[in-house]
């Protein structure tokens, strides 16, 4: 996971819509139709799925971009800790 891809995708104005069938792509072996930052797959499905929580969470709490993305964050480590 790249912080700064994930930055990239969110301030480059995508929706949630895009995001969405862009994961679905990803999942079924296809190129999406954005460009999403990436190694591979795996790390592209990373960052389509982080940046669609952190639109999603800006857009429910009204909070800042990097706000959100350090509230991503901490959900993955609380999950991996």
């Known amino acids: 996971m ?5 930055r990239t995708i969110v301030e480059s104005g995508v929706d949630v819509e895009a995001l ?3 994961e679905e792509a990803i ?3 296809l190129s999406p139709e ?3 930052p990436g190694e591979d797959e795996g790390e592209q499905l990373t960052h389509v799925i982080a940046a669609r929580w952190v639109l999603e969470h800006r857009g429910d ?3 800042d971009t990097m706000t ?3 509230e991503y964050t901490k959900r993955v480590r609380a999950s991996i800790g």
């Open 61 to 63: 709490t009204g909070c």
């Open 27 to 29: 999942l079924e072996g």
């Open 2 to 6: 790249n912080i700064a891809s994930i």
């Open 20 to 22: 969405l069938r862009a």
């Open 68 to 70: 959100a993305i350090r």
């Open 34 to 36: 954005i460009v999403i």
